[in-house]
């Protein structure tokens, strides 16, 4: 079993900054690990993934030059800078594991998943 828990989430003016950090407990492994986000009565939705050991990151066109996600397997953390903020980026983030090496957008591909942090985004 791997345990995920989130942090970094808060309230934040639109054109503003956040990183979200995502702590990996129990058997850790360093597999392939990705960000998702849910705004209330919407579907949730892929955000960024990166791969087990860094080396190739992917993001939806909706947030592409303006966050990053990074991960230290050292720590067992992967992180979402989050940069240039808007009021549309206004979700519940959730972090999530896959049991593989390769990266994935979709959320059925991930097994394991935090309990989420809130972001908002005021205008």
């Known amino acids: 079993q791997v345990q995920l828990v989130e942090s970094g989430g808060g309230l934040v003016q639109a054109g503003g900054s956040l990183r979200l950090s995502c702590a990996a407990s129990?058997?850790?492994?360093?597999?392939?690990m990705g960000w998702f986000r849910q705004a209330p009565g919407k579907e949730r939705e892929f955000v960024a993934a990166v791969s087990w050991n860094g080396g190739s990151t992917t993001y939806a066109d909706s947030v592409k030059g303006r966050f990053t996600i990074s991960r230290d397997n050292a720590k067992n953390t992967m992180y979402l800078q989050m940069n240039s903020l808007k009021p549309e980026d206004t979700a519940v983030y959730y972090c999530?594991?896959?049991?593989?090496?390769?990266?994935?957008?979709?959320?059925?591909?991930?097994?394991?998943w935090g309990q989420g942090t809130q972001v908002t985004v005021s205008s």
């Open positions: 129990g058997r850790t492994f360093s597999y392939a």
């Open positions: 999530a594991s896959r049991s593989a090496f390769v990266i994935s957008t979709t959320a059925s591909a991930y097994r394991y």
